[in-house]
């Protein structure tokens, strides 16, 4: 993939690259009980060994080579797998939100007056007026980071930002 990877603070432009090394694997999004099982093994054998990191309830980190390309096939088809990014040292996850905060929101505005009537499929999660929480209907952390791009370029939030799991290294 060759696109040009970034997020904003403040409005600044912050790069960031794929991390090739891990997956974020989150199991709420795997319905299939025989898939669960499996993939559930792995991490119980990774995580004893210490290669894999519980950074939610139920989202997972792990070496991407200790999960087999055929499962991680199939977790990306259902949607489990969620991009991993690295700035600097720090690994982060993106997961499938975007924070959106406005100075002031004009009484009844919507999300289509925001986007426009072709804007993206999106779910809102929470509207608090000049705080809006909403979720591409992909489930995809890479389309949240994209969407929350997109909102901070075409109409300058006072924040526009997917959510972040981030994981930072240890001093020393």
Do not use: C, W
Request: hydrophobic share 35%.
């Amino acid at each position: 993939m060759n696109e040009d990877l970034y997020y904003y603070v403040g409005g600044k432009r912050i790069a960031l690259e794929f991390d090739t090394k891990h997956v974020a694997i989150d199991l709420d999004r795997i319905e299939s009980t025989a898939l669960r099982e499996e993939i559930e093994a792995v991490l119980e054998e990774t995580e004893e060994t210490g290669k894999t990191t519980r950074l939610r309830r139920k989202l997972h980190l792990a070496y991407k080579k200790d999960v087999r390309q055929g499962l991680r096939t199939r977790l990306e088809k259902t949607g489990a797998l969620q991009p991993v990014f690295r700035h600097g040292r720090t690994l982060m996850v993106a997961l499938p939100e975007v924070r959106i905060e406005v100075e002031k929101r004009k009484e009844g505005s919507s999300i289509e007056q925001m986007f426009g009537n072709e804007g993206p499929d999106v779910e809102i999660v929470n509207d608090q007026g000049n705080r809006l929480t909403i979720r591409p209907m992909t489930g995809s952390g890479l389309d949240a980071l994209r969407l929350a791009n997109e909102v901070e370029e075409t109409t300058q939030p006072l924040m526009a930002q997917a959510r972040f799991v981030r994981v930072v290294p240890k001093p020393g």
